[in-house]
């Protein structure tokens, strides 16, 4: 079964840096494009960007570049989101997809002094 | 910036059809767009029902149709079920250096 298994929800302060995660399992996490998607409270889906386990070729969103960090390791089946420098503009929710079929359950990213 | 309009909300009956549109800013939807459907209920994450225009995952229920429909992505629901109550994105891929995907805003579709 294909299994797309996100980390926890965080709690952070402007300024602080954080490092978000996605998990996959049942099939092969090298070969299938990993994409992240952001959710904004009572607002629609934004695609950020996207990353190829397999060689760690990563694109992103004009409206994202600069401002995450997309990155994976093979190793471990494991995609990760990344921000050095949170902002209460990024308090969001967070998804991780396989192109484009299988989603991850969401990371709340909750940004408040 | 490249914009992707769905219509904000609609309204069906139960029993009923309602085709949900797609449209891009840059011109008319094509297939080389690869258009996708997602539903998403409250709380819940999106679940994949369409992609590249037409075709169905292994979950999708069959009333589910996708197709382009006058220069646009369609996504068709045909004999409406109150359960088909939620959020629908569609998702245009539109290439170039950093392989770039836009969703749409986003069709409320309420069963009434």
């Known amino acids: 079964e294909v299994q797309l298994v996100q980390s926890g929800a965080e709690v952070k302060k402007p300024g602080e840096s954080l490092k978000i995660s996605c998990k996959g399992s049942g099939y092969s996490f090298t070969s299938y494009w990993i994409g992240w998607v952001r959710q904004m409270p009572g607002k629609g889906l934004e695609w950020m960007g996207i990353i190829y386990p397999g060689d760690s070729d990563t694109r992103y969103s004009p409206s994202f570049q600069g401002q995450v960090t997309i990155s994976a390791d093979k190793s471990i089946s494991t995609a990760y989101l990344q921000w050095s420098s949170l902002k209460a503009s990024d308090t969001a929710m967070y998804y991780c997809?396989?192109?484009?079929?299988?989603w991850g359950q969401g990371t709340l990213v909750t940004v408040s002094s | 910036q490249t914009v992707v309009t769905q219509e904000p909300s609609l309204t069906v009956s139960p029993g009923g059809t309602v085709t949900l549109t797609c449209a891009s800013s840059t011109g008319a939807v094509t297939s080389g767009y690869y258009p996708n459907w997602f539903q998403q209920k409250p709380g819940q994450a999106p679940r994949a029902l369409i992609y590249?225009?037409?075709n169905k995952h292994s979950w999708t229920p069959a009333r589910f149709s996708g197709s382009l429909l006058g220069g646009k992505a369609a996504l068709t629901l045909s004999g409406v079920q109150p359960e088909d109550e939620a959020e629908y994105y569609c998702l245009l891929y539109y290439g170039g250096a950093q392989l770039n995907w836009v969703f749409g805003g986003g069709t409320k579709l309420t069963v009434l």
């Open positions: 590249s225009t037409s």
């Open positions: 997809v396989r192109l484009f079929d299988y």
